[in-house]
């Protein structure tokens, strides 16, 4: 313990040693009392263990830190930490009562004789792990931290340290948690990196000369034809594919399989190769490792990593003109831009690229659907919300949503601060905003790339904050209903010209980049030829010269037919040609578009297409309504490919009968432990062309409201079921009563009967995840009541929700295909892997902008320069 360095001398600190605090008073104790009074209250007291969180300097419920008014109650339980507003609320349903209070003042110093301040020297005042940010790092503050126990109900107070007076337990329990370190430190930039260390086969490492070069995409499992979570060996350039994760990244372990039978030590893997690095396993070592010479290693298999680095000039990417110039003009650079102040004027801070969240969840909570939905029925959730607020989806949701939209961060500087800062000549507002720290670790918990400290692709994020939304719903409402729509796809077999309509959800548009239609070629191919001349003499380069490609040419693009690869038609029961286009059997009321702006090149260096496009204000798509199938158009049979014969010669003989469809099992199984029903899994890999259990899962979230979702496989030519190995509790439907089978085991278990029923609803029948849904959620018959309510409000509000497709299909909200734009996020920099992100939105008819934590009036917001673009249905 460093109880001496903690709390110093037992009579030092302001309302320390033995006295009762800084003045006697209500809810001061005196010292004599103070060992009566933990008495009754000793078993609630922990001291922390290695495993647990303590949270010190951000409320469950709120942005509130020992910097705000109210300061910070920490709980000696939980070690769950509240603002002054949400304590009680965390007493009164845990009947918890013993809290610590942290507080830091914050005071103007004292200046010594010459007018200066008195010389800097280290503050043993402080003891709190805070984060400083600019203004507290200022030079004209001084800052103290307090430490003191409040016993709830009565609030009485124990100010500490009270060494001598208080139990031995309870002075330990303090100093371990003041002691104790933050539970985003991990989150902190490199800190994992730094344990990696040099793989002892990097220096000596084998590569065999057979040829082998890696295209920059298209890979797939050269053993199972999985097309995610692929490495490649960097001895003999087999691609294959790893290990299945808890964090849902699929894999058969073929490359685990490779280096067993063959012996070849490291592998790299796919999509993370950055000019920086890449993720590089040794599977003798069985960790992750470094490779210095990683770069001479991809370089044997065609994979240029060096020239990632640099141009040819030896500038590095970052520092050439045009990119610079790109900074410049989305962030609005050299403007005097006006700081916003306000409910919904609200920035994020930036924990270490995390700016792609900070924009998406920007244009998120600028939705009324999501404002109703989080922070409309902010109470109710907080209210029910499970024991750990911190570990629950709807309620970091509120939080964040609050945090954004109340103005409680987001005030103007007194005018007495602004006066005195022209006095100074320091004329610059600043502007604090929020942390969003728990929401980052929660949202991407067991998520390999959002889980780190690298840049990720806004749109990544934006479908996986969507699929959280999904999976998280409150009884039949869900927000993100407002992005959902339905894709028709035709696909035309070229030689005998009949067609096969299907029908897929999707929540964004992806508009490809119609370089070829640039109205500006001259400009560019001039530009070009001075570009390289300026870096072959290593002068200056020109002025950036965009390519302007008309909107209207990306909109052309995207409704023209694209070829299928491997395409096999029913009709000539053969491969052949086929072609595919894609319309809108549905209008979403909220329409996403993304400009497909990255590709790799040819020599594997990530490229952007750094273009301008005139993106219209107002869009209309209606021209890309569904027709369904037309007159004079045949439909190609419905049958199934056939069944590959195995090479394996005792399989042969299995062949002489009809198969049944050629289905992953490995897959199949990895999504049933998921919790998703036996069945629906298994069609999910079949209709997904075994392409993986991560193909599978997005098949699962985009079926899982159809009645048949669960029914067994049936295919034409099977003679009904496709069913292989279904237990006895597969193939239930989502609206049925769980099996009683089940119900019986949790209820010999001493739950009650709809405990039991709710829990397994909620799992979808899975017992193993229904019993750990029951002890998560211990307030469940308060929920009952919410979840009622909650329904009740989604049938009165989404009564305009309807299906195009079918009556029980997926639940859309269609109508007219015209749009308003209200919101547009940018991309700076060479790749989705680097760079920064700025949101502008649309807001009482004044475009502002969203740069992390700075919000400002927008003076020319770059609507041409946009990656995502965020338009709303107007209404006919």
């Given amino acids: 313990m460093q109880r001496a360095a903690l709390f110093g001398s037992p009579g030092g600190g302001p309302g320390g040693g033995s006295g009762p605090g800084p003045g006697p008073g209500p809810g001061k104790m005196a010292a004599g009392d103070l060992g009566e009074l933990l008495v009754p209250y000793m078993p609630?007291?922990?001291?922390?263990?290695?495993?647990?969180?303590?949270?010190?300097?951000?409320?469950?419920?709120?942005?509130?830190?020992?910097?705000?008014?109210?300061g910070l109650y920490v709980c000696m339980n939980t070690f769950l930490a509240f603002g002054r507003e949400h304590v009680e609320r965390h007493y009164r349903k845990t009947g918890q009562c013993v809290y610590m209070h942290l507080k830091r003042h914050i005071r103007e110093k004292v200046t010594g004789a010459s007018g200066g301040v008195l010389p800097k020297r280290r503050n043993p005042k402080l003891f709190l792990d805070l984060e400083m940010t600019g203004?507290?790092?200022?030079?004209?503050?001084?800052?103290?931290?307090?430490?003191k126990l409040v016993i709830f109900p009565d609030h009485y107070e124990i100010a500490l340290p009270?060494?001598?007076?208080?139990?031995?337990?309870?002075?330990?329990?303090?100093?371990?948690?003041?002691?104790?370190?933050?539970?985003?430190?991990k989150q902190e930039p490199d800190s994992w990196e730094n344990e990696l260390q040099v793989s002892k086969h990097a220096n000596n490492l084998m590569q065999l000369d057979n040829g082998v070069r890696i295209p920059p995409s298209g890979w797939k499992c050269a053993k199972c034809d999985l097309r995610e979570n692929l490495w490649l060996n960097l001895t003999d350039g087999t691609i294959l594919c790893g290990k299945w994760f808890f964090d849902n990244m699929g894999g058969n372990g073929h490359a685990l399989d490779h280096y067993k039978e063959m012996g070849y030590p490291l592998a790299v893997k796919l999509g993370t190769i950055t000019p920086d690095g890449a993720d590089v396993y040794s599977f003798q070592e069985e960790e992750s490792v470094l490779d210095p010479h990683l770069a001479k290693h991809l370089a044997h298999f065609g994979i240029d990593m060096l020239q990632m680095h640099s141009t040819e000039n030896g500038t590095r990417d970052s520092d050439v003109k045009p990119r610079i110039s790109e900074w410049e003009v989305i962030q609005e650079s050299g403007m005097k831009l006006k700081p916003m102040y306000g409910s919904g004027y609200t920035g994020m801070r930036n924990l270490g690229n995390s700016c792609y969240l900070s924009a998406v969840m920007q244009a998120i909570f600028s939705i009324p659907e999501f404002q109703r939905m989080y922070v409309g029925n902010l109470?109710?959730?907080?209210?029910?919300?499970?024991?750990?607020?911190?570990?629950?989806?709807?309620?970091?949701?509120?939080?964040?949503?609050?945090?954004?939209?109340?103005?409680?961060?987001?005030?103007?500087?007194?005018?007495?601060?602004?006066?005195?800062?022209?006095?100074?000549?320091?004329?610059?507002?600043?502007?604090?905003?929020?942390?969003?720290?728990?929401?980052?670790a929660f949202v991407s918990k067991s998520h390999p790339e959002f889980s780190s400290n690298r840049q990720q692709d806004a749109q990544e994020f934006f479908l996986h904050l969507v699929n959280l939304v999904e999976r998280n719903r409150i009884g039949s409402e869900n927000p993100s209903d407002v992005f959902r729509f339905v894709v028709e796809e035709r696909i035309q077999c070229c030689q005998s010209r009949k067609v096969r309509y299907t029908e897929r959800v999707d929540y964004l548009m992806q508009l490809p980049v119609a370089m070829e239609a640039a109205t500006n070629k001259d400009e560019l191919i001039a530009y070009e030829l001075t570009r390289r001349e300026a870096e072959t003499s290593r002068r200056p380069l020109p002025e950036l010269v965009r390519a302007r490609i008309p909107f209207s040419a990306c909109l052309q693009a995207f409704s023209e037919p694209d070829n299928v690869e491997d395409f096999w038609s029913s009709a000539l029961q053969a491969k052949s040609a086929g072609v595919k286009t894609s319309r809108f059997a549905s209008f979403p009321e909220y329409l996403v578009v993304q400009i497909k702006k990255f590709t790799f090149g040819l020599d594997w260096v990530p490229k952007k297409f750094d273009v301008s496009i005139d993106m219209p204000d107002l869009l209309d798509i209606n021209h890309l309504r569904a027709t369904g199938l037309q007159p004079g158009e045949e439909e190609l049979p419905d049958i199934a490919p056939p069944i590959v014969i195995p090479d394996d010669p005792k399989d042969r003989l299995m062949n002489h009968y009809m198969e049944p469809p050629d289905i992953d099992e490995s897959s199949v199984m990895q999504l049933a432990e998921m919790g998703f029903p036996l069945e629906a899994c298994r069609k999910a890999v079949y209709y997904t062309g075994n392409m993986g259990p991560e193909v599978a899962f997005n098949w699962i979230i985009g079926h899982m409201e159809e009645p048949d979702f669960a029914e067994p496989l049936s295919l034409p030519g099977f003679g009904g079921s496709a069913t292989m190995g279904a237990t006895a509790f597969g193939a239930i439907g989502l609206d049925n009563q769980p099996p009683e089978e089940i119900v019986a085991i949790i209820t010999s278990m001493g739950f009650q009967r709809n405990q039991a029923i709710q829990a397994l609803k909620a799992s979808n029948n899975n017992l193993e995840r229904a019993l750990d849904w029951i002890f998560s959620h211990p307030e469940l018959e308060e929920d009952n009541e919410f979840i009622a309510h909650m329904m009740e409000m989604e049938n009165n509000a989404n009564a305009n929700i309807i299906s195009e497709s079918k009556p029980d299909g997926p639940r859309v909200r269609d109508g007219s295909g015209r749009y308003e734009l209200f919101g547009f996020i940018s991309h700076m920099g060479p790749s989705t892997m680097s760079g920064h992100y700025v949101c502008h939105i649309k807001k009482e008819g004044r475009w502002v902008i969203y740069n992390d934590h700075k919000v400002c009036a927008s003076e020319r917001p770059p609507k041409d320069l946009g990656y995502m673009y965020f338009y709303h249905r107007i209404s006919s």
């Fill in 162 to 185: 009270n060494i001598e007076e208080l139990p031995a337990l309870v002075t330990i329990a303090c100093d371990a948690v003041l002691n104790s370190k933050s539970p985003y430190r």
């Fill in 44 to 70: 609630t007291i922990r001291v922390p263990r290695s495993g647990d969180r303590v949270y010190k300097a951000e409320c469950a419920f709120s942005y509130d830190s020992p910097i705000s008014e109210g």
């Fill in 379 to 440: 109470a109710r959730i907080f209210d029910y919300s499970p024991l750990d607020p911190t570990q629950d989806f709807n309620t970091q949701m509120a939080k964040l949503g609050h945090g954004l939209l109340s103005g409680q961060y987001s005030k103007p500087p007194m005018k007495s601060e602004l006066i005195e800062q022209v006095m100074k000549e320091e004329h610059k507002p600043q502007q604090n905003g929020i942390s969003p720290c728990m929401f980052k």
């Fill in 135 to 147: 203004d507290l790092n200022s030079d004209d503050y001084e800052y103290e931290d307090e430490a």
